[in-house]
Nanobody, 125 residues
């Protein structure tokens, strides 16, 4: 139904910032809850951030609160992940995901039915 394409990843030094984008097509993002997940080498996919349909309610992994921020521009059909004060342990492939509309943000990956291809974020020490 909805196609998602992440962009904005790359190589950054520890302490730096990146802004990831997730562009949607096929459906308007206002029909979906959105989430960001990541998978580091040798680790399972983990929750990063999520929001509701309007972006007015957000949720973050505890370790990322204060450093990462999810936002959306439904008019542009795009969701963003601002990443600040990056650490080497943030190195991972970052995925955006769209899920069935819920009242509030959702952490569980299985609740998301549509995923982007991922974008690599590498943080050097």
């Amino acid at each position: 139904q909805v196609q998602l394409v992440e962009s904005g990843g790359g190589l950054v030094q520890a302490g730096g910032s990146l802004r990831l984008s997730c562009a949607a097509s096929g459906r308007t993002l206002s029909m979906y809850n959105m989430g960001w997940f990541r998978q580091a080498p040798g680790k399972e996919r983990e929750f990063v951030a999520a929001d509701n349909w309007s972006g007015t309610r957000t949720d973050y992994a505890d370790s990322l609160k204060g450093r990462f921020a999810i936002s959306r521009d439904n008019a542009k059909n795009t969701v963003y992940l601002q990443m600040n004060s990056l650490k080497p342990e943030d190195t991972a492939v970052y995925y955006c995901a769209a899920g069935r509309l819920r009242v509030g943000p959702v952490r569980e990956s299985f609740e998301y039915g549509y995923w982007g291809q991922g974008t690599q974020v590498t943080v050097s020490s």
